[in-house]
């Protein structure tokens, strides 16, 4: 089964020769590069041992953020553990990537990363990664109309309404995004009560997967799949959406009024 990764805060890992981060990462996998890969340095070995939830450091490029062309769509996967700011080569990458993007050939858009910019849960709740990563990149995902984000990071499932700045939006400009986390690990327990106007559905309890089918050029159809430790078999109407995708032939980057309400 083909597979397309993303680095997450388990694989940051400090070589024990070079102090080099992200090392094993790098070459386990082959994704399609930009560039060869820039890997930073760890100043102690347990600056970069898992979890990380804090870490900032380097790794630009090779497997780190890339974009997959796969149909009708664009996958635009990116690093949650190296910089997102401003005027970062991810930052920077990523608005040029975007920017080319053509909706008529590829109508829909969808951002990959390891953990979400929109976090229920307590556990990573105001983490420096997902914070600086929602404040640079979230208005260009609304700019270009990015239709759906998804993550893991947390072992469980949540997904969100469209959202923007914290605000539900009915107008089909903003991404939804999808945690999509409980492939199988043990539970991560979560008493927080979930009362975040923009969270559509969450789950701590099951195990499973979602399955994304693009309908048309207008429709796509997430499902997920799930079953709880009790049970083999596969619980059904746990969730489901359509995405409809409102980039039409006319690019938002060129809409003035776009780029007043959402500008970077």
């Known amino acids: 089964m083909p597979l397309m990764v993303t680095p997450g805060n388990h694989g940051i890992e400090t070589d024990c020769c070079d102090w080099s981060i992200f090392k094993s990462y790098e070459h386990r996998f082959r994704m399609p590069q930009i560039q060869p890969a820039v890997l930073g340095y760890a100043c102690a070995e347990r600056d970069t041992a898992p979890p990380n939830y804090k870490f900032a450091g380097r790794y630009d490029y090779g ?98 309404h469209p959202v923007f700045d914290g605000k539900v939006k009915v107008d089909g400009r903003t991404p939804m995004y999808i945690t999509i986390g409980n492939g199988g690990v043990a539970h991560q327990h979560d008493s927080k009560p979930h009362d975040e106007p923009w969270l559509a559905s969450w789950d701590w309890l099951s195990y499973g997967f979602g399955t994304l089918t693009l309908v048309n050029a207008s429709h796509a159809y997430w499902e997920t799949k799930f079953h709880n430790n009790s049970k083999s078999e596969i619980v059904s109407g746990t969730d489901s959406v359509y995405i409809v995708n409102y980039a039409d032939t006319v690019m938002i980057k060129e809409s003035k009024r776009d780029k007043e309400i959402y500008r970077d």
């Not at 910089?83 to 080569?89: F, G, I, L, V, Y």
């Not at 951002?111 to 914070?131: G, S």
């Not at 929602?134 to 949540?158: I, S, T, W």
Request: aromatic residues 16%.
């Open 63 to 160: 497997n780190s953020f890339y974009s997959v062309t796969t149909g009708p769509s664009v996958f635009i996967f990116l690093n949650t553990y190296t910089s997102s700011a401003k005027n970062s080569p991810q930052y920077l990458w990523l608005k040029d990537e975007l920017a080319r993007v053509d909706r008529r050939v590829t109508p829909w858009l969808f951002v990959v990363a390891h953990a979400t910019i929109y976090e229920p849960f307590r556990k990573h709740l105001k983490e420096i990664p997902q914070n600086t990563m929602k404040k640079a990149m979230e208005p260009l995902f609304a700019q270009y109309r990015v239709n759906a984000f998804f993550c893991g990071h947390d072992l469980l499932y949540a997904r969100t």
